[in-house]
């Protein structure tokens, strides 16, 4: 079945570092591949996405490019704010022979200090 | 749109008593998702409709727990009765299910059993 295995956290970053979140995925055919960002006592809510290989997803200056020879959709931002500390969720859909509900990573917890 | 709407945001109830959960999900949206975040086992799906129709109900822990989606704009979540470990938070979410079948989530709704 479908799987991603996301990095572990928790991640603390000074304002104006560079991040990567890694995510790679287990899936048979061709996934659609997300990631979700939750803001404390918020929902989920979609930060950007990819369905295609080579495709880049991108939002608020996040970047994720979807890698099929590696499996991989690594999240990265060049310069990190404040206001980024939140949990990131790695996710994918689609494939062939799955269903349509998302497979979730564990999420990666990122305090950014000021 | 206001989104998806959960109620209540808070529950706290003792051990043994019934709780029901609401979703109103995006007018529009024909998939509706429940599912469950603890610190211990991070995002479970529960249970997913489509059309109204529960498709696939295997992360329904036990018979305690119960879904249905009597109409497109309403769902319930119902825990009877309520346990300890039951204590989560419960977060619904729809989409249309085409393309990537992106999710948009409810703020959830923290339960606490005591």
């Known amino acids: 079945g479908n799987s991603v295995t996301q990095m572990e956290g928790p991640v603390t970053l000074s304002e104006e570092a560079f991040l990567t979140i890694n995510c790679t995925y287990t899936?048979?055919?061709?996934?659609?591949l997300f990631w979700y960002v939750q803001y404390p006592g918020e929902g989920l809510q979609l930060l950007l996405k990819?369905?295609?290989?080579?495709d880049k997803g991108s939002n608020k200056g996040f970047e994720a490019t979807y890698r099929k020879e590696t499996t991989s959709f690594h999240l990265e931002k060049g310069s990190v704010q404040v206001s980024d500390s939140a949990v990131y969720f790695c996710?994918?859909?689609?494939?062939?022979?799955?269903?349509?509900?998302?497979?979730f990573g564990s999420g990666t917890q990122l305090t950014v200090l000021p | 749109d206001a989104g998806v709407i959960q109620s209540p945001r808070h529950e706290v109830t003792e051990m043994g008593q019934e709780v029901t959960l609401r979703c109103k999900p995006i007018?529009?949206?024909?998939?509706l998702f429940w599912y469950r975040q603890t610190m211990m086992r991070g995002l479970e799906l529960l249970i997913y409709?489509?059309?109204?129709?529960?498709?696939?109900d295997s992360g329904m822990p036990e018979d305690r727990f119960s879904a249905k989606m009597p109409n497109a704009s309403f769902s319930t979540l119902k825990i009877q009765p309520s346990e300890p470990r039951d204590s989560a938070v419960y977060f619904c979410?729809?989409?249309?299910?085409?393309?990537?079948?992106?999710?948009?989530f409810g703020a959830g709704s923290r339960l606490t059993v005591l």
């Open positions: 409709f489509n059309n109204n129709v529960p498709i696939d």
């Open positions: 007018s529009g949206h024909n998939s």
């Open positions: 979410a729809s989409s249309y299910s085409s393309g990537a079948n992106v999710l948009t």
């Open positions: 990819a369905t295609k290989a080579d």
């Open positions: 899936a048979t055919g061709y996934p659609s």
């Open positions: 996710a994918l859909n689609g494939g062939l022979g799955s269903a349509r509900q998302l497979t």
